[in-house]
Structure formats: C-alpha cells, structure tokens
C-alpha cells in the first residue's frame, strides 16, 4: 500500500508539471509562482486538516517541528532548484534531482528505518530509472551540479520530515505547506517586483496546487502505514510518470535511454508494490 501511495503522489506531481509548464509560458517571477502554487496547495489542506482531525491533534513544539522542518526544506529544495536551471542545463540538473529519492532512503536509514535486503535493491534499481528518464539531450558541464544537489537533499529531507512527523497526515502536510508558504509569501512581499499574477494564471495555479496538495496528501497517507524510504522511491518517479505523460498525451518523443528508464522503472516499482 505504500508504494501504491507513493506512486499516486508522483502521477499527482507529474500531472501537476502540465499546469507549470503553463505557468512558465507567463513569464510569471519564480518566487510569485511559488506563493501561488503553494498557497493554493495550503487553502485547500488546511479546511480539510481540520474537519479531519479536529479533536485528534494537541500541537507542542516536538510534534510540529518536523512537519515545519519540512516546510523550511521544501523551499529550499525549489529556491536551490531554480538557482540551479538558471546556471546549469537541465541534462544535468535532472538526473541529479532524481537522486532524491535515494537521498531519502539514505536518511531514514540513518533515522532508524530498516528495509529489507530485497527492498534496498528494488529501490537503487527505481533510483537508477528514474536517472535514466531524466537524461536529457546536450552539452553538459558542471554548472548547476552542486546547486542541484543541494535541491535533491531538500527535497529528500521534505520527504523524510513528513514521513518522521507524529502528528496526523492531513494536518502534517497542512503545517508543512502552511509554512512552505509564509516563507515564500515573504520573499515575494520584500523582493518581488512584480507580486500579483495576470488573470491567466488563475486556472494554471489552482491545477497546479491542488494536484500538489493531492501529492502531499497520499505522501502524508504512504509514510502514515509503511516505510519513508518505500514511499520517497515511488514518489520520486514522477519524473517517469511525467515522461508518460509526454509519450501519452503531448506526443512526445524521448530519446532511447529514456524509454530504457520507464521500463526499468516500471519493472523494479512494480515489484517493490508486491514486495511491501
């Protein structure tokens, strides 16, 4: 159940990368973008947090501390992301975002989690496919590389703060992108030239956050009945389902690797659904 959790987070992720895509064809600042997606991830979490669990949820400081460590690591796995595709080129960067998956694994291990022998190997092979998607066409130099990484590390670290939270689900990943976005809420208030979208952005923002509360939500649900690392290696494949969604729907083509990826892909998550 994990990772068929976890996987359902990645196609709401890939899904969500159409209404961004949009997005980007605005010319929209990246920090604007950010509140946007993420406050109307935060407006639909938030209401439903609290019908869901209202009578369940004491907050102290320890029990919030890792869903708002998340929140804190989001934004830095997306502001270091950004640095990233604007020095770097995306043939670089991507394979390396990919990583998050097993940056996680890496973290809950260190954390306490243990999984199977079988399960390691079914997860470094996902890893390894989900890289292979990510392969793009081009020159490559080390430009973005280390800012990529440092993105992968949030982003892993976001995964594994949610999965570590003992508060209930909906509400962790409520308060994690509740604080996501007074952060960027922030940034755009004192950097920001230009803070209010144009009319059409409407649609792509509310597509967008609510896919990514959808994503958040299932993570949340995933880490609630299994293994963190489980659920971070299956979400990281929304770089697969993404690509096929590109095949499917936009008629893309990929070059040969990357079809060799989805299949890897494909392959080692099914088995890691039967083997957790």
């Not at 987070?9 to 929209?28: D, E, G, M, P, Y």
């Not at 590389?145 to 995964?159: E, H, N, R």
């Not at 993570?219 to 659920?231: E, H, K, M, N, R």
Request: proline content about 4%; hydrophobic content about 60%; glycine content about 10%.
């Amino acid at each position: 159940m994990t990772a068929i959790l976890g996987l359902i987070t990645a196609v709401s992720w890939a899904f969500s990368n159409l209404f961004t895509h949009q997005l980007s064809r605005l010319k929209i600042e990246q920090t604007v973008v950010m509140t946007g997606i993420i406050g109307v991830a935060t407006l639909a979490l938030v209401p439903v947090a609290i019908v869901a669990d209202y009578g369940d949820v004491t907050f102290t400081v320890d029990n919030v501390a890792w869903p708002v460590l998340g929140g804190v690591f989001s934004v830095f796995g997306l502001l270091t992301l950004v640095r990233a595709l604007s020095v770097g080129s995306l043939s670089v960067v991507a394979p390396i975002i990919a990583l998050e998956g097993g940056i996680a694994v890496v973290m809950s291990v260190a954390l306490g989690e243990r999984p199977s022998l079988l399960q390691y190997a079914l997860m470094a092979v996902a890893v390894i496919g989900a890289m292979l998607v990510s392969l793009e066409p081009g020159r490559r130099t080390a430009a973005g590389a280390i800012p990529a990484v440092l993105s992968a590390i949030g982003f892993a670290a976001t995964w594994v703060s949610v999965g570590m939270s003992d508060l209930p689900s909906l509400t962790t990943v409520a308060v994690t992108r509740g604080t996501g976005f007074l952060i960027v809420l922030t940034l755009v208030l004192v950097f920001a030239k230009q803070r209010i979208p144009p009319r059409a952005s409407i649609v792509p923002f509310l597509g967008c956050g609510l896919l990514d509360a959808l994503g958040y939500v299932t993570f949340g649900l995933a880490t609630a009945v299994g293994s963190i690392a489980v659920a971070s290696v299956a979400a990281t494949q929304w770089t697969t389902a993404a690509a096929i969604i590109g095949i499917t729907i936009l008629r893309e083509r990929l070059r040969p690797i990357q079809y060799a990826g989805i299949v890897v892909t494909l392959v080692s998550v099914s088995a890691l659904v039967i083997a957790s």
